[in-house]
Structures are given as C-alpha cells and as structure tokens.
C-alpha cells in the first residue's frame, strides 16, 4: 500500500526557508514593533520545563505564575507534548463542516465530570464568555421576551477583552475612551448580597460572577453570595453563569470551584488552565439551556479544532484524579507557611487568601501600590509570580503539579526579592 505521507510531492520545504537562519530579535524588538498594550519583562525567555523557564542568556527562573494560572501542568509536560505531536502529524484543522473525535471526546469528559450536558469549544476565556452571555440573553428572549436581556456583574470583576466581555467587566479602565459599550448591564459590590438582591427584577437574563475573583484581587466568593445568586436567578428566571476561566480544571484543588461551593450554575466558562498553555476555551450547559442555540446562531472558524482538543483532553485525564486535586491542597499549604515565614522575618503582608494554588499576599499600607516592584526584583532574583488588585497583591498560581523542591526554591527566591525591595524602601 502506498504511504500517505511519503507520496505527498510538496512536503519538503523549499530551499529559501530551509537554508534560512532564524531572524535575531531581543527585547527591544517589542519596543520597536509591536503594539505596547503590554510591558513584559525585561528577559526573553526561550525555554522551559515543568515550573522552569530559561531566557536567552541561560539565566533560569522558578515560574510562580504559571502564565496567569494556565500552565495547570508546567511548561512542556511530556504527555501534552506527546498529545500534541500525535495530533499535529494526524490532522490539524477541518472546519466545523465537519466534526472531529478529538472534540467529542474532549466534549463527552467534560460532560462526564460536570453538570453540564452540551460544550460549544471556542478557543479562549474572553470568547467562553462571549458565548455565554449570547447563550443567556437568547434563552431570556426565546423563553421569556424580548424585555429580559439584563446582564449582572460584579464590580473588579474580569471577564475578558470583546465589547460585551470589558462592559460585563468591572473595571471602567478597559472601556475608557472607547465608545459606548453594550447597554443593559448592571455592576454590584462583589460578596455583597443586599446589593445583588436591590438590584434583580424579572427583565435580567443572567448574572455573571467568578466563585473567586482572580484579577480583581483575589478575593474569594462566599457561599452566601454565590448561593443568593442562585437563589435569584431561579426566583426571576435568569441563569447563573460561572466564570471558572482562571479558578476552574483544578486550580482551586476541586475540578472546578463550583464544586467546592456547592452551588451549581446553569452556565459554566472555562479556558486558561484546560489547554495547558494550547488556546483553547469553552461554555457549557445543560441541554435545555443549550438548545436555544440552533445552527447559525453563533460559531468560530477555530474553536474545536482537533489540536487545543487533543490537549485539552489529556489535561483533563490528569488532573480530574483524586489524587492529583489532593495534591494541589497539599502543594498550597506548602506555600503558605513560606509565605507566613518570609511574614515573619520581612512584615510585608497584610493577609494571605485564595484557594488552592491560587494565592494573593496582599501587601501593608506601607508598601501598597508596589507589587509591581515586587515582581521586578523576582525577575532579577530569579522568579516569576504576578500582581493582582490595584497593584497592591502579589499573586501566585504555579503549576498544579509544581515539586515541592520547586516551592521551596522559589520561596527561597521571592524572599530575596522581598528583602531587596524591602532595603530598597528603607534607605
Ligand atoms: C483570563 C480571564 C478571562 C479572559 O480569558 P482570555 O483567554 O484572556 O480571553 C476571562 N475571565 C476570567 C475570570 C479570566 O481570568
């Protein structure tokens, strides 16, 4: 039989590339052509492993930050790695004219693990909840009437980048200067369950929260809470959507948070750590809210494609295991009492909170506004973590499967870090 593979006449590449060296770039090369949305690091990196990173001078660095909570199981893990490989050499990308195993399978766990029934695979957090709060407004119109399209949010909520995701949002910043922003949505104090109650009636679709809020600060959903919206939400018909894009897929030390709450929403969105680090995002329901969604009414060119759901697949199969969650709490407790040490010696943190391996040390009023600094001198010390809240909590969400020798070097290193910015202040 003729090889497939071996009979394509055009898979060489041609010799223009492939005599090709690579282009050099360093790190001005960010400042000289791309968009300066952002302002990454002083270091490049171009290597990594597990809970290491490499920059392109050698120097290496214990990653903390887990590229914003994504990295669920470190950098480079050899089973994503070896899912990844068997995919790309099988077939990356047909469409949605056609469907693939890699996304069933992927769909059928989730559906398996959760409460959910039906999966639309987008490919990031921002799209998830795009889709989401379509799905909600749709059902609110299709059930109830074209009046019900009210959306509720949480102030320092984080939601993602679209339109509707930054108005949804709480952070005014991210819609400032930017035109009018969808209408119809209402913004409530997180954890504040008068405030929530004063502000239902009959026309809201949804409400929109995060069981624990990542960006915003680090603040954890409190059962009362998240239980009230709930509660709400069946009084006026609406559905409760969960942001589970940064807690879900273990971080918290629970497949997802909402099974530790113990409140069940009727919309979950999912991204960051069920790719591992391949862009891959979705939403999920029970099939009587998923229904109102018919062919036509929303889609993506990439979302489910078989590569992110070949990955995302292999992530699940790890880390929805006893065991594996059991760890992540085992891991946190580590964390906490370096944290509680570097406490003692430096007097840098006004609390520790989060779930899981998902931590925020908010830092003393004297320091306040220079978790940024913070960050910085980790760098030069040989770590990274990242900055929450209005620049005033360092947040740490390593890998789920971070050693504890890894912990142990990297508390070794943020202290450093801490004592630097700490003389620093005092001379
Ligand atoms: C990161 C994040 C998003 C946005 O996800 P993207 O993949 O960046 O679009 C939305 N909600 C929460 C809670 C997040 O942490």
């Not at 939601?159 to 949002?169: E, I, K, N």
């Not at 918290?252 to 709450?261: D, N, P, V």
């Not at 929303?298 to 992530?315: F, I, Q, S, W």
Request: hydrophobic share 40%; charged share 20%.
């Amino acid at each position: 039989m003729l090889d497939p593979i071996r009979t394509q006449s055009n898979l060489a590449a041609p010799a223009h590339v492939r005599e090709a060296e690579p282009m050099r770039v360093s790190r001005a090369t960010f400042d000289e052509v791309m968009f300066q949305t952002y302002a990454p690091a002083q270091f490049v990196p171009v290597r990594a492993s597990g809970s290491r990173i490499w920059d392109s001078e050698g120097r290496d660095y214990v990653d903390l930050a887990g590229g914003v909570a994504v990295l669920s199981l470190g950098h480079c893990h050899p089973a994503l790695v070896a899912a990844l490989k068997a995919q790309a050499e099988r077939m990356w990308h047909v469409s949605n004219y056609m469907v693939n195993e890699p996304a069933m399978r992927l769909a059928k766990k989730l559906t398996n693990a959760t409460f959910a029934e039906r999966v639309f695979l987008c490919n990031s957090g921002t799209e998830a909840n795009e889709g989401a709060l379509k799905t909600a407004r749709k059902y609110a119109s299709t059930r109830f009437g074209e009046q019900k399209f009210r959306i509720v949010s949480t102030l320092n909520s984080f939601h993602g980048r679209t339109w509707l995701a930054v108005s949804t949002g709480g952070s005014p910043k991210y819609t400032k200067g930017m035109g009018p922003v969808p209408a119809g949505i209402t913004h409530v104090p997180y954890n504040d369950v008068d405030a929530l109650r004063s502000v239902m009636d009959d026309d809201v679709a949804c409400i929109i929260v995060e069981p624990m809020q990542g960006e915003g600060g680090m603040h954890p959903g409190t059962r009362e809470f998240l239980g009230a919206a709930r509660e709400l939400c069946d009084k006026h018909h609406a559905l409760l959507i969960f942001d589970e894009i940064q807690s879900g897929v273990g971080r918290t030390g629970a497949l997802f948070s909402y099974m530790q709450k113990g409140v069940t929403p009727d919309i979950l969105t999912c991204a960051k750590g069920i790719g591992g680090g391949f862009p891959i995002g979705c939403f999920m329901a029970r099939s009587e809210v998923a229904e109102v969604m018919q062919p036509g009414t929303h889609g993506t060119t990439y979302g489910g494609n078989p590569l992110g759901a070949a990955v995302a697949e292999t992530v699940l199969d790890i880390v929805d295991n006893e065991a594996f969650l059991a760890r992540v709490l085992v891991a946190e407790q580590r964390l906490r009492t370096g944290f509680a040490a570097i406490n003692r010696k430096h007097d840098v943190f006004s609390d520790v909170r989060g779930e899981g391996l998902w931590l925020g040390c908010e830092l003393t009023a004297r320091l306040s506004n220079r978790a940024s600094d913070f960050m910085k001198a980790g760098h030069r010390n040989g770590v990274v973590f990242l900055t929450a809240g209005n620049n005033d909590i360092l947040r740490f969400a390593p890998a789920l499967n971070i050693t504890d020798a890894d912990i142990d070097d990297g508390l070794a290193r943020v202290e450093r870090a801490i004592a630097e910015v700490v003389s620093s202040q005092a001379a």
